[in-house]
Nanobody
């Protein structure tokens, strides 16, 4: 069983920044890909950013140029740097990881952007 623990969420003003972290309980080298999703109130879950074991990244159009996904192999941790935050970025952010074809999910961290 792989555990993922998100942290770094909080309350921030429009235009501000936050960095989310997702720490995995297994070696990151066993993980094929890690993604960040979010779910805003009343909306469907949305893929925000993804990173593969080789370091390739992909972003939702709504966050391109503002969010950056990265990983620290030594810490088994993936990050989501969020800049120029907008009110519509308010959501619970979830980390998920593909380990041997099985996807594991964290419990999420709340991000609230206020004007």
């Amino acid at each position: 069983q792989v555990q993922l623990v998100e942290s770094g969420g909080g309350l921030v003003q429009t235009g501000g920044s936050l960095r989310l972290s997702c720490a995995a309980s297994t070696s990151i080298f066993t993980i094929n890909a890690m993604d960040w999703y979010r779910r805003a109130p009343g909306k469907q879950r949305e893929l925000v950013a993804a990173i593969t074991s080789g370091g390739s990244t992909n972003y939702a159009d709504s966050v391109k140029g503002r969010f950056t996904i990265s990983k620290d192999n030594a810490k088994n941790t993936v990050y989501l740097q969020m800049n120029s935050l907008k009110r519509e970025d308010t959501a619970v952010y979830y980390c998920t990881a593909d380990v041997g074809g099985t996807w594991y999910w964290g419990r999420g961290t709340q991000v609230t952007v206020s004007s």
